[in-house]
């Protein structure tokens, strides 16, 4: 009877053996390496949120510091958006920064085909210190609640590229920048022409900045699709999971 026990006993720990580890691991692999490229469909936007998310956190006088003693290091500050000579929209609100953009749906992907920018030299500040934040590095790092408006080319048939049909869709995207927000800044603090700091872009990385909380960065640089990052997420757990059973796996093979 005892001899019995130990045969269905052991059974089960014989087929956990038998299996080969390699197998949940290449499709953890496999699994994570999906969730990635889901990722990856965002664009340079992905990167823009990865940093947000990990970037090393100074105050506004450790990064001129930085500036002054010539230390390269890509870092985080905040502070309120300050300028001396600011410009207004159509709301009267004072702004340091606009970009408006025209452009045209290409399959699931939009396409600049005017791209305007109106800035005035602007900085972060935080308490008596303040930071210049060079405004003509910005481009995918801009990170704000945008204002659009959808049409077809048949609307602006003297603005769009010549032989796009009337059907196309055409969007009119503003992001600005009001010295009334508080800001985000990421880059790499250095010395301008002038010789006063600055964050700019630097070591391989752009230069970010959005008035946004970093999970409401996350929604707009996610455009509001929360479907992509919920496929990713359980990409990256399911990976996560086989691997651990492969480790698992290759433990009980080995104690076998």
Do not use: K
Not at 107 to 120: H, I, L, P
Not at 224 to 248: D, E, H, K, Y
């Amino acid at each position: 009877m005892s001899w019995r026990f130990l045969r269905v006993f052991c059974y089960p720990a014989r087929i956990i053996a038998a299996v080969s580890p390699l197998v949940p691991f290449l499709a953890g692999l496999a699994a994570l390496v999906a969730g990635a490229l889901v990722l990856r469909t965002y664009g340079p936007r992905y990167r823009v949120g990865r940093l947000l998310a990990t970037t090393p956190t100074v105050s506004v006088a450790e990064a001129r510091a930085l500036a002054a003693a010539g230390v390269e290091r890509y870092v985080r500050v905040s502070g309120r958006i300050d300028a001396e000579d600011e410009f207004e929209d159509d709301a009267h609100r004072p702004l340091v920064f606009r970009r408006t953009r025209l452009q045209l749906r290409r399959a699931s992907r939009w396409v600049s085909f005017e791209d305007r920018r109106e800035r005035v030299r602007f900085e972060v500040r935080d308490g008596l210190d303040g930071i210049v934040v060079n405004d003509a590095a910005l481009d995918d790092g801009l990170v704000v609640i945008p204002r659009e408006s959808v049409g077809i080319a048949a609307d602006l048939p003297d603005r769009v590229p010549s032989g796009t049909p009337d059907d196309v869709d055409v969007r009119l995207r503003v992001e600005q920048v009001s010295t009334v927000e508080h800001a985000i800044v990421l880059g790499v603090p250095g010395l301008d022409a002038s010789g006063e700091p600055q964050l700019s872009n630097g070591l391989g990385r752009p230069l970010v900045l959005t008035t946004l909380e970093p999970d409401e960065a996350m929604r707009v640089i996610a455009e509001g699709r929360t479907r992509r990052p919920l496929i990713a997420a359980a990409c990256f757990a399911c990976g996560a999971g086989l691997i651990l059973i492969a480790l698992l796996l290759a433990v009980v093979g080995a104690v076998s």
